[in-house]
């Protein structure tokens, strides 16, 4: 009974033609996007590159009734947290801030801004694969600044449709 009752439901979810829309959140003068940055083959750039063409935003190139996404700095900081009681360092704040501007025609310019913190637990013993582990960290870091940037663009949609 619960088969049936599970493949029925499955059948009416794909049937119905229902399905995610990423791109709904997104103002309509915003789906639609060039994308430019001071380095464009930097990790960051890529990420973000990547997380907007999963969003569902066209990127196309520069023009001058097309909203431009500027991605103008990204920088990475790492304080220590705690020390072992040989005064090594243990544990480490990394930091991640990240800034671009929205540039949208007839509208003007939004500057945004966003950062990412994580916790890093540093051995030195293990020094390669602790490297390995605060390289994947920063991508995540990465991925999740670059989803931050882009939920703020789409929280111009009020500032935009009141100019």
Known sequence: MFKKLSLLCVLFLTACG???KNSERF???LRTLSYESTDQYS?????????MLLSDIKIVKKAPNVAN???NSAS?????ASVFKQGREAEKILSLSVKATVNVPYK????????VHRTFFDDSRA??????????????MYEQASRQLLLKVAGLNAELNSK
């Not at 990790?43 to 997380?51: G, K, N, P």
């Not at 003007?108 to 950062?115: D, I």
């Not at 694969?129 to 994947?136: L, T």
Request: glycine share 2%; charged share 30%; proline share 4%.
């Open 18 to 20: 229902w399905h995610f």
């Open 27 to 29: 103002p309509e003068a």
């Open 43 to 51: 990790e960051m750039s890529r990420i973000l590159r990547q997380q």
């Open 69 to 71: 996404l500027r991605l």
């Open 76 to 80: 990475t900081n790492s304080k220590v």
């Open 108 to 115: 003007g310019a939004f500057p945004l801004e966003t950062e």
């Open 127 to 140: 020094a390669l694969a602790k490297s390995e582990e605060q390289d994947a960290i920063i991508r995540q």
